[in-house]
């Protein structure tokens, strides 16, 4: 089951470690990122910039966030990075 917002990463079948929870700028850059976490072993979740900090309110656990970027995203990305 992919849960992504981008459908990106079958990882989320993978229930034994929590997810990297990963916010991407865009589809080129959730690509990128979820490759790479996925290279190492962990499931993914990935979604657009805008729709992460409502879900860091509501993710249980993750191994972590990565935060991809390919430009300054203004607010959202300032709030954001203030929230992790």
Do not use: C, H
Request: hydrophobic residues 45%; charged residues 20%; proline residues 7%.
């Amino acid at each position: 089951m992919n849960a992504s917002a981008y459908q990106l990463s079958s990882g989320l079948d993978q229930y034994g470690k929590p997810p990297v929870l990963i916010a991407a700028s865009s589809q080129p850059a959730a690509v990128r990122a979820v490759q790479a976490v996925e290279q190492a072993g962990f499931p993914v979740f990935a979604l657009p910039i805008e729709d992460a900090i409502p879900r860091l309110g509501t993710q249980g656990n993750a191994s972590a966030v990565w935060i991809e970027i390919e430009e300054d995203g203004g607010d959202i990305l300032d709030r954001l990075l203030d929230r992790v």
